[in-house]
Protein backbone atom coordinates (compact mmCIF):
# COMPACT_ATOMS: atom_id res chain seq x y z
CA UNK A 1 0.00 0.00 0.00
CA UNK A 2 0.99 3.41 -0.72
CA UNK A 3 2.05 6.01 1.87
CA UNK A 4 1.67 8.95 0.00
CA UNK A 5 0.17 11.15 2.77
CA UNK A 6 -2.39 13.03 0.27
CA UNK A 7 -6.11 12.87 -0.13
CA UNK A 8 -8.88 14.07 -2.42
CA UNK A 9 -12.16 15.80 -0.85
CA UNK A 10 -14.71 16.61 -3.19
CA UNK A 11 -15.71 20.59 -2.68
CA UNK A 12 -18.53 20.42 -5.39
CA UNK A 13 -21.09 18.22 -7.36
CA UNK A 14 -22.90 15.74 -5.98
CA UNK A 15 -20.47 13.74 -4.47
CA UNK A 16 -19.52 16.97 -2.15
CA UNK A 17 -18.05 16.12 1.18
CA UNK A 18 -16.58 12.47 0.17
CA UNK A 19 -13.11 11.95 1.06
CA UNK A 20 -10.56 9.64 -1.07
CA UNK A 21 -6.83 8.63 0.52
CA UNK A 22 -4.58 8.39 -2.63
CA UNK A 23 -3.14 5.24 -1.41
CA UNK A 24 -2.40 3.40 -4.98
CA UNK A 25 0.41 4.06 -7.38
CA UNK A 26 -2.47 4.26 -9.86
CA UNK A 27 -5.85 5.95 -9.41
CA UNK A 28 -8.28 6.07 -11.60
CA UNK A 29 -10.86 8.61 -11.67
CA UNK A 30 -14.65 7.93 -13.14
CA UNK A 31 -18.41 7.90 -13.23
CA UNK A 32 -19.92 5.32 -10.39
CA UNK A 33 -21.64 2.98 -12.00
CA UNK A 34 -24.64 1.82 -9.71
CA UNK A 35 -23.45 0.51 -6.25
CA UNK A 36 -20.49 -0.86 -6.88
CA UNK A 37 -17.00 0.44 -5.73
CA UNK A 38 -13.53 -0.60 -7.21
CA UNK A 39 -10.50 -0.63 -5.78
CA UNK A 40 -7.76 1.65 -6.90
CA UNK A 41 -10.58 4.24 -8.43
CA UNK A 42 -12.21 7.19 -7.38
CA UNK A 43 -15.96 6.95 -8.03
CA UNK A 44 -18.05 10.19 -8.63
CA UNK A 45 -21.47 10.10 -8.95
CA UNK A 46 -21.89 12.82 -11.71
CA UNK A 47 -23.18 12.01 -15.25
CA UNK A 48 -21.26 15.04 -16.10
CA UNK A 49 -17.90 13.10 -15.15
CA UNK A 50 -16.58 10.06 -17.91
CA UNK A 51 -16.67 6.75 -16.91
CA UNK A 52 -12.77 7.09 -17.07
CA UNK A 53 -11.75 10.49 -16.57
CA UNK A 54 -8.33 10.67 -15.88
CA UNK A 55 -5.63 8.58 -13.91
CA UNK A 56 -3.38 9.64 -11.30
CA UNK A 57 -0.02 7.86 -12.02
CA UNK A 58 2.58 7.99 -8.69
CA UNK A 59 6.11 9.02 -9.62
CA UNK A 60 8.66 7.83 -6.86
CA UNK A 61 11.41 10.42 -8.23
CA UNK A 62 9.41 13.52 -7.04
CA UNK A 63 6.96 11.79 -4.53
CA UNK A 64 4.00 13.23 -6.75
CA UNK A 65 1.07 12.05 -8.52
CA UNK A 66 1.06 12.50 -12.60
CA UNK A 67 -2.80 13.46 -13.23
CA UNK A 68 -3.33 12.30 -16.96
CA UNK A 69 -6.71 13.32 -18.73
CA UNK A 70 -8.49 9.94 -19.89
CA UNK A 71 -11.74 11.78 -21.86
CA UNK A 72 -12.23 12.80 -25.22
CA UNK A 73 -15.21 14.66 -24.42
CA UNK A 74 -15.45 16.27 -21.34
CA UNK A 75 -12.30 18.34 -20.12
CA UNK A 76 -9.89 18.19 -16.98
CA UNK A 77 -9.13 20.97 -15.32
CA UNK A 78 -6.75 21.80 -12.73
CA UNK A 79 -6.70 25.28 -11.31
CA UNK A 80 -9.66 25.97 -13.67
CA UNK A 81 -7.14 25.39 -16.92
CA UNK A 82 -7.25 22.90 -19.17
CA UNK A 83 -4.84 20.35 -19.04
CA UNK A 84 -4.14 16.63 -20.66
CA UNK A 85 -1.33 15.81 -18.01
CA UNK A 86 0.31 17.70 -15.36
CA UNK A 87 2.29 17.02 -12.24
CA UNK A 88 -0.08 17.89 -8.92
CA UNK A 89 0.77 19.84 -5.92
CA UNK A 90 -1.27 19.75 -2.73
CA UNK A 91 -3.36 22.37 -2.88
CA UNK A 92 -4.00 21.82 -6.54
CA UNK A 93 -8.04 22.15 -7.86
CA UNK A 94 -9.23 19.22 -10.08
CA UNK A 95 -12.66 20.02 -11.59
CA UNK A 96 -14.43 17.22 -13.84
CA UNK A 97 -17.53 18.26 -14.73
CA UNK A 98 -19.61 19.40 -12.34
CA UNK A 99 -17.02 18.03 -9.57
CA UNK A 100 -14.42 19.77 -7.80
CA UNK A 101 -11.80 18.05 -6.03
CA UNK A 102 -9.16 19.27 -3.80
CA UNK A 103 -5.84 17.97 -3.43
CA UNK A 104 -4.71 17.74 0.40
CA UNK A 105 -2.29 16.71 2.74
CA UNK A 106 -3.47 13.82 4.97
CA UNK A 107 -0.98 14.78 7.79
CA UNK A 108 -1.26 18.50 7.43
CA UNK A 109 -0.44 20.29 10.72
CA UNK A 110 -0.90 24.09 11.38
CA UNK A 111 1.09 26.31 14.29
CA UNK A 112 0.70 29.73 15.54
CA UNK A 113 3.30 31.61 17.58
CA UNK A 114 2.54 33.59 20.67
CA UNK A 115 3.41 37.37 20.48
CA UNK A 116 7.01 37.82 21.51
CA UNK A 117 6.88 39.54 25.58
CA UNK A 118 8.79 43.02 25.16
CA UNK A 119 11.96 43.16 27.74
CA UNK A 120 11.92 45.73 30.37
CA UNK A 121 15.66 46.32 30.16
CA UNK A 122 16.65 44.96 26.68
CA UNK A 123 20.30 44.87 27.40
CA UNK A 124 19.94 43.26 30.58
CA UNK A 125 17.71 40.25 29.58
CA UNK A 126 18.65 37.22 27.62
CA UNK A 127 16.08 36.84 24.02
CA UNK A 128 12.95 35.67 24.21
CA UNK A 129 11.79 32.54 22.84
CA UNK A 130 7.83 32.22 21.19
CA UNK A 131 7.28 28.89 21.79
CA UNK A 132 4.82 27.15 19.02
CA UNK A 133 1.58 25.75 19.77
CA UNK A 134 -0.11 23.69 17.66
CA UNK A 135 -3.81 24.47 16.77
CA UNK A 136 -6.24 21.78 17.65
CA UNK A 137 -8.07 20.79 14.47
CA UNK A 138 -11.78 19.07 14.16
CA UNK A 139 -11.56 15.28 13.41
CA UNK A 140 -14.44 12.87 12.03
CA UNK A 141 -13.85 9.27 12.34
CA UNK A 142 -13.83 7.50 9.23
CA UNK A 143 -13.29 3.75 8.45
CA UNK A 144 -11.71 2.11 5.81
CA UNK A 145 -11.21 -1.48 4.10
CA UNK A 146 -7.74 -2.92 3.70
CA UNK A 147 -6.69 -5.56 1.75
CA UNK A 148 -4.28 -7.60 3.46
CA UNK A 149 -3.63 -10.44 1.42
CA UNK A 150 -5.09 -11.80 -1.80
CA UNK A 151 -5.58 -10.05 -5.29
CA UNK A 152 -5.79 -6.93 -3.97
CA UNK A 153 -3.44 -6.76 -1.51
CA UNK A 154 -2.08 -3.43 -0.29
CA UNK A 155 -5.13 -1.57 -1.51
CA UNK A 156 -7.50 0.08 0.89
CA UNK A 157 -11.17 1.84 0.07
CA UNK A 158 -13.25 3.69 2.45
CA UNK A 159 -16.79 2.55 4.06
CA UNK A 160 -18.88 5.17 3.62
CA UNK A 161 -22.22 2.85 3.66
CA UNK A 162 -24.20 1.09 6.49
CA UNK A 163 -24.34 -2.13 4.45
CA UNK A 164 -21.49 -3.39 1.98
CA UNK A 165 -21.06 -6.25 0.39
CA UNK A 166 -17.91 -7.83 -1.06
CA UNK A 167 -16.86 -10.66 -3.54
CA UNK A 168 -15.19 -11.75 -6.48
CA UNK A 169 -15.99 -10.66 -10.43
CA UNK A 170 -19.19 -9.74 -11.47
CA UNK A 171 -21.28 -9.26 -14.42
CA UNK A 172 -21.98 -5.13 -14.85
CA UNK A 173 -24.86 -6.14 -17.34
CA UNK A 174 -26.76 -8.56 -14.92
CA UNK A 175 -26.76 -6.74 -11.85
CA UNK A 176 -27.66 -8.72 -8.66
CA UNK A 177 -30.95 -10.11 -7.93
CA UNK A 178 -31.10 -9.24 -4.02
CA UNK A 179 -29.36 -5.10 -4.35
CA UNK A 180 -29.55 -5.57 -0.30
CA UNK A 181 -26.08 -3.78 -0.34
CA UNK A 182 -25.55 0.25 -0.33
CA UNK A 183 -21.84 -0.62 -1.26
CA UNK A 184 -20.24 -3.63 -3.57
CA UNK A 185 -16.58 -4.56 -3.56
CA UNK A 186 -15.62 -6.61 -6.77
CA UNK A 187 -12.54 -7.86 -6.45
CA UNK A 188 -10.56 -9.64 -8.97
CA UNK A 189 -11.71 -13.33 -8.32
CA UNK A 190 -13.40 -15.36 -10.34
CA UNK A 191 -13.74 -18.57 -7.82
CA UNK A 192 -15.77 -16.54 -5.53
CA UNK A 193 -19.50 -15.54 -5.84
CA UNK A 194 -20.08 -11.84 -6.58
CA UNK A 195 -20.99 -9.79 -3.01
CA UNK A 196 -21.17 -12.85 -0.75
CA UNK A 197 -19.55 -11.28 2.44
CA UNK A 198 -21.56 -8.87 4.37
CA UNK A 199 -20.26 -5.77 6.80
CA UNK A 200 -23.01 -3.87 8.41
CA UNK A 201 -22.61 -0.64 10.49
CA UNK A 202 -22.73 -1.89 14.07
CA UNK A 203 -23.29 0.87 16.95
CA UNK A 204 -19.33 2.63 16.64
CA UNK A 205 -18.19 -0.43 14.59
CA UNK A 206 -18.85 -3.06 11.63
CA UNK A 207 -20.31 -6.42 11.97
CA UNK A 208 -19.11 -9.65 9.25
CA UNK A 209 -22.08 -11.68 8.02
CA UNK A 210 -20.55 -14.71 6.58
CA UNK A 211 -21.40 -15.89 3.08
CA UNK A 212 -24.53 -18.22 2.99
CA UNK A 213 -22.96 -20.46 0.28
CA UNK A 214 -21.33 -23.56 2.04
CA UNK A 215 -18.61 -23.93 0.04
CA UNK A 216 -17.03 -20.47 0.37
CA UNK A 217 -14.78 -20.46 3.47
CA UNK A 218 -14.39 -17.74 6.08
CA UNK A 219 -12.91 -17.02 8.90
CA UNK A 220 -11.91 -14.80 11.54
CA UNK A 221 -8.48 -13.93 13.28
CA UNK A 222 -8.68 -12.28 16.56
CA UNK A 223 -5.59 -11.37 18.86
CA UNK A 224 -6.02 -12.00 22.33
CA UNK A 225 -4.18 -12.33 25.60
CA UNK A 226 -1.01 -12.78 23.27
CA UNK A 227 -2.77 -15.43 21.36
CA UNK A 228 -4.29 -15.35 18.16
CA UNK A 229 -7.86 -17.36 17.85
CA UNK A 230 -8.88 -18.29 14.76
CA UNK A 231 -12.58 -19.39 14.12
CA UNK A 232 -13.99 -20.69 10.49
CA UNK A 233 -17.49 -19.38 10.40
CA UNK A 234 -20.80 -21.48 9.46
CA UNK A 235 -22.76 -19.90 6.17
CA UNK A 236 -24.63 -17.08 7.15
CA UNK A 237 -23.08 -16.77 10.94
CA UNK A 238 -22.47 -12.96 11.92
CA UNK A 239 -20.10 -11.96 14.60
CA UNK A 240 -19.19 -8.04 16.02
CA UNK A 241 -15.67 -7.11 14.57
CA UNK A 242 -13.17 -5.86 17.56
CA UNK A 243 -10.26 -3.51 17.02
CA UNK A 244 -7.34 -5.44 14.60
CA UNK A 245 -9.97 -8.22 13.71
CA UNK A 246 -8.61 -9.60 10.45
CA UNK A 247 -10.93 -11.17 8.12
CA UNK A 248 -10.91 -14.41 5.52
CA UNK A 249 -12.71 -15.28 2.52
CA UNK A 250 -11.17 -17.69 0.39
CA UNK A 251 -7.53 -16.58 -0.36
CA UNK A 252 -8.48 -12.96 1.32
CA UNK A 253 -7.22 -11.49 4.49
CA UNK A 254 -8.84 -7.89 5.26
CA UNK A 255 -9.76 -5.54 8.06
CA UNK A 256 -12.17 -2.84 8.73
CA UNK A 257 -9.73 0.33 10.20
CA UNK A 258 -10.84 3.25 11.96
CA UNK A 259 -9.13 6.51 11.68
CA UNK A 260 -9.75 10.39 12.86
CA UNK A 261 -9.45 12.28 9.96
CA UNK A 262 -9.52 16.17 9.67
CA UNK A 263 -12.91 17.34 9.03
Same mark, same amino acid.
Given at each position: ??????????????????????????????????????????? /??????????????????????? /????????????????????????????????????? $???????????????????????????????????????????????????????????????????????????????????????????????????????????????????????????????? $????????????????????????????????
Amino acid at each position: MLNSGLQMKVTEGSARGSIHPLDCERISIGRATGSVRQVGWVH /LRDETVSGLQADLIWQPETQKFL /LVNRSSTNPTKVNEAEVEQVELQPGDQIRMGRCLLDL $QETDRRFVTRKPQAQPMAAAALEPVVAPVTEVALPTVTRFFLEFLEGTNAGQRLPLDSQRTAVGGAYDPTQPPADDWFDQGVALGDATLPPFCLALVRHEQGFAMLAPREADVLAGLEREEDDLIWVA $QLGPGQSVVLEPDDQMRLGHHRLRVLRREVRA
